[in-house]
């Protein structure tokens, strides 16, 4: 590998100064000549991949992180560079597909890596495959079997897969692991299914969590959402109540919290009362006022809505028009 000259230092202080002033195509055109004339170097690959990405040019960002990925895979150490930056590149653009692809090349070369695999299989969620994401999350159980967490992203795999019975199973063993814990699981459980679209069982899940733990208030408010979306609004506000008499002083966040669930279902005259219990326990903070006035705006009680506006904005300032708290 040819060693850089003195004229190639020179473009590179010329590369990292048109960077700093934001001139990215320039930057990128040294860079690509630096590339070019040293290949091995990876130091100029790398910054070559950063200008292109702050350029827009991303699909000769990802070549360049290709290439280095391809580098880091051929030797016995990994270290993951190029890697963890498509990952996140693909995250970020939603290229799922091609986020699979990477992952399951990097575990090809690496297959006793636990974080791959464990990164192979939430990209196959995120790409909705889920038998390839259950396998790989299995995978690391049998490497791992007390790992509580590991059987917990199979339990997730397996609800998006629809293999509910098995799925079931996998957050049992997770409880049992860590038993002192054990209603964690099936909150993680509830709200599994919850995202699943599986209201019935994800009510089944709260309702075993809150049995091992009625005095957590937590566990009665994640039984409220999940009666908030099966449309059963009283007995969602009775678990909330329950919550705010274990603990008054959360009260504001509880009923705030019941609020947002029931606004996000499209249940705003319900909304309302909530954003109003929730500032009568905590009149000052300005975020209530704003969001019962959204919940006015969707009533259309635009008088109403007005006069929680003006609430909000005055709790903002303190006595003598100035910011609160300054």
């Known amino acids: 590998m040819s060693q850089p000259t ?3 230092e020179q473009m590179r202080l010329e590369a990292e100064k048109c960077m700093r002033d934001g001139r990215f195509e320039d930057a990128v055109a040294l860079y690509r000549t630096l590339v070019a004339a040293h290949p091995g170097e ?4 790398l910054a070559l991949a950063w200008a292109c990405h702050d350029q827009g040019a991303w ?3 990802i070549d360049c992180f290709e290439r280095l990925l391809d580098r880091e895979l051929g030797r016995k150490v990994f270290t993951g560079f190029g890697f963890d930056e498509l990952v996140r590149i693909y995250k970020e653009r939603g290229l799922h597909d091609r986020l699979v692809e990477v992952c399951r090349r990097a575990c090809a070369a690496q297959p006793e890596d636990y974080a791959l695999l464990g990164e192979l299989g939430e990209a196959c969620l995120l790409a909705a495959q889920p038998a390839e994401a259950a ?3 299995r995978r690391m159980t049998e490497m791992e079997p007390d790992d509580a967490m590991a059987f917990c992203r199979l339990g997730n795999a397996l609800i998006a897969a629809g293999d509910f019975t098995e799925a079931e199973a996998a957050y049992g063993r997770a409880a049992a692991l860590e038993p002192d814990t054990g209603a964690v699981f099936f909150l993680r459980l509830a709200d599994a299914y919850l995202k699943a679209g599986e209201t019935d069982r994800a009510e089944t899940a709260a309702r075993r969590c809150l049995a091992s733990r009625p005095d957590e208030p937590l566990y009665h408010c994640t039984l409220g959402d999940i009666l908030v979306r099966r449309g059963r609004l009283e007995e969602a506000r009775g678990c909330y109540d329950a919550a705010v008499a274990l603990r008054p002083e959360d009260a504001g966040a509880y009923y705030n919290r019941l609020g ?3 606004a996000r279902d ?3 005259r319900q909304a309302l009362e909530a954003f109003r219990a929730a500032i009568a326990a905590t009149p000052d903070t300005p975020a209530l006022y704003e969001r019962l006035a959204a919940a006015c705006r ?5 008088e109403q809505a007005l006069d929680a506006e003006l609430r909000a904005g005055a709790n903002k300032k303190g006595p003598r028009g100035n910011p609160a708290g300054r």
């Open 6 to 8: 003195y004229e190639d």
């Open 42 to 45: 990876e130091s100029y690959l």
């Open 59 to 61: 699909e000769e960002a």
């Open 135 to 137: 396998a790989a999350f």
């Open 260 to 262: 947002n669930a029931l």
């Open 266 to 268: 499209g249940w705003h």
């Open 298 to 302: 969707a009533l259309g009680l635009d």
